[in-house]
C-alpha cells in the first residue's frame, strides 16, 4: 500500500499528473455545471410553457366575456366550461404572482389590470378525497389550479380559477452518483490521453537529455509537436552540437600538441643517446619513455570521450571472446568463462577498447582476468574479473579518477594512471556506466552495464 501511494505521489507530482489532475477536475466540473444550467433551462422553459397556457386560457374566456358576458357567466358559474371556474371572492387577499400578472396585462391590455396566483391543491379542490373517489390517485394527479382577476371591456371585474392538465417535470437525473461518477471516470480518461498526447516530445526531450549524459555522440531529436516544443527541441540539438565541436576540438588541439611533441621529443632521444655516462643515460632515458607514454595515454584519454563510431547490432559473446583469444596469443592469462548470448546495439570498437583497457589493468594489477556476461533484468553486465588483492571500498570510486594509481604488490613501476579513466570514457560513448566491485571470493570485478535494445 505505502509503495502504492508512492508511486501515487510521484504522479501526481509529474507534469503529466498535473495535467490530467486539472484536465480532470476542470472537465468534470465544466460538464457538471453545463448540466445543471441546462437543468435550470429545463425547468425555466416548462414553467414558461405553463404560463402560456394560463395565458392562453385566460385570453379564451376575456373573448368569451366581450361576446356573450351573460351567457359566459352562466356557464362559468355553473362549471360548464372545461378548464375554469367560478373563483371565490376571498382569493383576492392572496399575493399575487407578478410575473403571470405581466403576461396578462401584454395580451389583455394595459386597462385590464391582470393579476393571478397559482393556488395550492387544497384551495381548488377542497372536497377532494382520493382515497374514496379513484385508486392510486394523490394529489400530484390534480389539475394545476390558477385564480385570475381581470376587468373585461366593459369594466366588469371577473374572476375565475383555470383548471390545466397536470404539466409536472419529469425528476432529473443530473446529480445521481453513478451519473457523476461517469463523468468524472470520462473526464480522467480523456485527460490521461491528452497528457500523454501533450508530454510526448518532453519525454523524448528527457530521453535524449539522459542519452547524452552519458554519450557525447547521441542522435538529433525529430524537432515536431508544437512550436514552443519543436524551439525547445530545436534549441537542445543545437547545444548538443555545439558540445559535441566543443570535444572535437578539445580532441584536435590535444592530438596537434602530441603530434608536435614527438619531433622534440625525438631530437631529445637522439641527444640522450649520446650521454657519456651510462647510468645518466639509462635514466634520462627512461623519464624520456615515462613523457612519450604520458601523452600517448593523455591523447588516448582525450580521443575516448569522442567517437564518431556509428552504433551497430553485435554479438556480445563474439567481441568478448575475441577480446580473450587476442589477449592469450601475447601469453596472458585470460579466460571468457560464460555467455549470455545477447545482441545490443552499441559501438563495436569502443566496446572492444573498453573491455581490452580493463584487461590489461586487471592483468597489470593481478596477472589474470575473466570474462563474462549476463542479464540483470533490463540491462546486460558484462563483467571483467581477476583474483588479485582488490580495492579498499572507499578507493573503488576513486580509481577512476585520472592519475590515480593505487600501490601493491603486483603494481607496475611504471603506468600513467589513466586506463580506468579511458575505460570509463569508452564507456560513456555508448551509453554504457563502468563500475568497480569487490568480488565476494576475493579479487576486482569491472561491470559494463548498458540497456538492452
Same mark, same amino acid.
Given at each position: ?31 457538471? /455545471? *453545463? ?26 374566456? !376575456? ?36 410575473? %403571470? @400578472? ?29 382515497? /374514496? ?23 366588469? &371585474? ?13 425528476? *432529473? ?7 457523476? %461518477? ?17 508530454? !510526448? ?15 557525447? =555522440? ?15 527541441? &530545436? ?48 635514466? %634520462? ?18 580521443? *575516448?570521450?569522442? *567517437? ?59 596477472? =589474470?582476468?575473466? %570474462? ?15 583474483? @588479485? ?50 568480488? &565476494? ?13
Amino acid at each position: 500500500m505505502k509503495r502504492l501511494f508512492a508511486r501515487l505521489a510521484a504522479f501526481v507530482g509529474s507534469l503529466a499528473g498535473r495535467l490530467v489532475l486539472i484536465l480532470t477536475v476542470g472537465i468534470a466540473a465544466a460538464a457538471i /455545471i *453545463s448540466l445543471l444550467a441546462a437543468e435550470h433551462a429545463r425547468v425555466h422553459d416548462f414553467k414558461r410553457v405553463q404560463l402560456d397556457r394560463v395565458v392562453a386560457s385566460t385570453v379564451d374566456m !376575456a373573448s368569451r366575456f366581450a361576446r356573450d358576458p351573460v351567457r359566459t357567466h352562466d356557464l362559468l358559474y355553473d362549471h360548464r366550461i372545461l378548464g375554469a371556474r367560478d373563483a371565490p371572492i376571498e382569493w383576492r387577499t392572496m399575493t399575487p404572482d407578478a410575473n %403571470l @400578472g405581466r403576461l396578462l396585462a401584454a395580451q389583455l391590455g394595459a386597462r385590464a389590470d391582470a393579476r393571478a396566483m397559482q393556488m395550492p391543491h387544497g384551495s381548488c379542490f377542497p372536497n377532494f378525497d382520493s382515497f /374514496i373517489r379513484v385508486a392510486g390517485m394523490n394529489d400530484n394527479m390534480l389539475p394545476d389550479c390558477w385564480f385570475v382577476l381581470f376587468r373585461d371591456t366593459g369594466g366588469t &371585474e371577473r374572476r375565475m380559477s383555470i383548471d390545466l392538465a397536470p404539466f409536472r417535470i419529469p425528476p *432529473s437525473s443530473t446529480l445521481d452518483p453513478v451519473y457523476l %461518477l461517469l463523468i468524472v471516470a470520462a473526464s480522467l480518461a480523456l485527460s490521461m490521453i491528452v497528457a500523454r498526447f501533450a508530454t !510526448a516530445p518532453l519525454r523524448r526531450l528527457t530521453s535524449a537529455a539522459r542519452a547524452f549524459s552519458v554519450t557525447v =555522440d547521441p542522435e538529433p531529436i525529430p524537432e515536431d509537436g508544437p512550436r514552443e516544443v519543436r524551439v525547445a527541441l &530545436e534549441t537542445f540539438n543545437v547545444m548538443q552540437h555545439r558540445v559535441r565541436e566543443g570535444f572535437r576540438e578539445r580532441t584536435q588541439i590535444l592530438a596537434s600538441v602530441a603530434h608536435d611533441l614527438q619531433t622534440p621529443l625525438t631530437r631529445l632521444r637522439l641527444r640522450l643517446e649520446q650521454v657519456a655516462d651510462e647510468t645518466l643515460r639509462e635514466r %634520462l632515458i627512461s623519464d624520456l619513455a615515462a613523457t612519450q607514454r604520458l601523452v600517448r595515454d593523455g591523447l588516448e584519454l582525450a580521443r *575516448s570521450s569522442e *567517437s564518431r563510431e556509428p552504433w551497430s547490432i553485435v554479438d556480445i559473446d563474439s567481441i568478448l571472446s575475441s577480446v580473450a583469444e587476442d589477449a592469450a596469443e601475447f601469453g596472458a592469462d585470460v579466460r571468457f568463462v560464460s555467455g549470455c548470448g545477447a545482441r545490443t546495439r552499441v559501438k563495436p570498437n569502443a566496446l572492444g577498447r573498453c573491455v581490452s583497457n580493463l584487461v590489461d589493468n586487471a592483468i597489470k594489477y593481478a596477472g =589474470d582476468a575473466e %570474462l563474462s556476461c549476463g542479464l540483470v533484468g533490463s540491462d546486460l553486465v558484462i563483467s571483467v574479473r581477476d583474483h @588479485g588483492p582488490g580495492l579498499p571500498p572507499a578507493a573503488l570510486n576513486e580509481a577512476f579518477e585520472p592519475f590515480r594509481r593505487f600501490q601493491g604488490e603486483r603494481s607496475p613501476s611504471h603506468g600513467s594512471g589513466l586506463g580506468l579513466t579511458i575505460a570509463r570514457a569508452q564507456a560513456h560513448t555508448f551509453g554504457a556506466h563502468l563500475s568497480l566491485h569487490n568480488h &565476494e571470493n576475493g579479487g576486482l570485478v569491472a561491470h559494463i552495464s548498458l540497456r538492452i535494445m
